[in-house]
Every structure is written in C-alpha cells, then in structure tokens.
C-alpha cells in the first residue's frame, strides 16, 4: 500500500486483483483449483518490474497445482 500512488489505490484492491486473476490466462483456462474462488485477502509477496508495473506472484500450490509453477499476474499499473 505504500508503494501505491493514492489515485490508483482502487486498483489495488482485493476486488481488483480477484478479477485480474480469474480474468489472467490462468483464470480463463482454469488452472487454479477447482474451488478456488478468489482471494480471501491480499497477497503479500510482489515486486515491481523495469516499467515499474507491480506484479503479484503466487507460489506452487498457493491457488493452483505445482505443474502450474508460480503464477506472476502484472496489475499494469505503476507505483509512486
């Protein structure tokens, strides 16, 4: 949250990222678990890539099976 400009905060909630998720090719092909339904609270590793982007990742076996490998979903939003 600190790392976010104030006019885009929405963007970042719990909402936001449940859609960026099942909206991500992973949602769409249905590669989580079969009863994942979303997030139940914000996730806590990211990191901000060249572009500065912040990117949520989410490890083997957090939301879905190891063959999945870790899932990075890129919030095409910029911090600060």
């Given at each position: 949250q600190q790392i976010v400009r104030p006019e885009d905060e929405k963007y970042f909630t719990l909402e936001a990222v449940n859609a960026k998720l099942?909206?991500?090719?992973?949602?769409?092909?249905?590669?989580?678990?079969n009863d994942f339904k979303g997030l139940k609270n914000l996730p806590n590793n990211y990191y901000l890539d060249a572009e500065s982007h912040?990117?949520?990742?989410f490890?083997?076996?957090e939301i879905a099976p190891y063959v999945v490998g870790i899932i990075?979903?890129?919030?095409?939003?910029?911090?600060?």
């Amino acid at each position: 949250q600190q790392i976010v400009r104030p006019e885009d905060e929405k963007y970042f909630t719990l909402e936001a990222v449940n859609a960026k998720l099942l909206s991500s090719e992973y949602g769409q092909k249905h590669y989580f678990y079969n009863d994942f339904k979303g997030l139940k609270n914000l996730p806590n590793n990211y990191y901000l890539d060249a572009e500065s982007h912040i990117h949520f990742l989410f490890g083997q076996y957090e939301i879905a099976p190891y063959v999945v490998g870790i899932i990075d979903i890129d919030m095409e939003k910029t911090a600060k």
